[in-house]
């Protein structure tokens, strides 16, 4: 199966900072990587995805970018504010989700 | 528009005592998950529903058992709850399986606290 890992394990930063989440995985056949924000006493909410047949994309202040070939992605978060401070999980799928072991964002204000 | 809603937020039990969590979803997707999360891990997939068929995952332990009545509910039973069991339990759904790129969406989660 796959196996997905995730670093680092904690990660703090200053306001206005940026923050990079690096994930790796291990089945060419996944073709589907989402990113999870998960804040104290909630379920995981999806922040932005990428398809494998794309190499970046961007919704504001989140972007992702996958290489296919060194089967890495990484999620970039610019300009951090206090509440960008969560739990942060990476993911990939193929026949089912097989999640990092996620990253505690600590943004200081 | 809570899309996928779980019931209840916060459960108590008590050890050896049976307990029901409930999952129910909006989007009339094929695919209901149930992870087991513990405090700094990750999501652990239990098991999943494709439509009425059940997969169980190979370390998902007997005690843990699930429903799902119809294409809407999903229910996990936990038949004897130890204390190793006090976790959050998440219900996710996808439209499909297989090498899809459907999303998965996530409820709220139910905080179970075993005494």
């Known amino acids: 199966g796959e196996n997905v890992e995730q670093h680092p394990s904690t990660l703090s930063v200053q306001e206005g900072d940026s923050a990079v989440i690096k994930c790796t995985y291990s089945d060419s056949a996944s073709n589907y990587f989402p990113w999870y924000k998960q804040e104290l006493g909630k379920g995981p909410q999806l922040i932005i995805d990428i398809r494998s047949n794309v190499g970046e994309k961007k919704d504001q202040r989140i972007a992702v970018t996958l290489n296919k070939t060194a089967k890495h992605f990484s999620l970039h978060i610019t300009e951090t504010q206090p509440e960008d401070s969560a739990v942060y999980f990476c993911a990939a799928r193929d026949d089912k989700f097989y999640f990092g072991s996620g990253t505690k964002l600590n943004v200081k204000p | 528009d809570a899309m996928v809603i779980q019931n209840p937020r916060y459960q108590v039990t008590q050890f050896g005592k049976p307990v029901t969590l409930s999952c129910s979803q909006t989007l009339n997707h094929n695919v209901m998950y149930w992870y087991q999360q513990k405090s700094s891990q990750a999501p652990k997939l239990l098991f999943h529903?494709?439509?009425?068929?059940?997969?169980n995952e190979a370390d998902t332990p007997d005690n843990f058992q699930s429903r799902r009545p119809n294409t809407s509910f999903c229910f996990l039973d936990i038949r004897s709850p130890g204390l190793g069991d006090a976790a959050m339990y998440l219900c996710?759904?996808?439209?499909?399986?297989?090498?899809?790129?459907?999303?998965?969406?996530f409820g709220p989660g139910t905080r179970l606290t075993v005494l």
């Open positions: 529903y494709y439509d009425k068929d059940f997969n």
């Open positions: 996710a759904t996808s439209r499909d399986l297989g090498t899809s790129t459907d999303t998965q969406y």
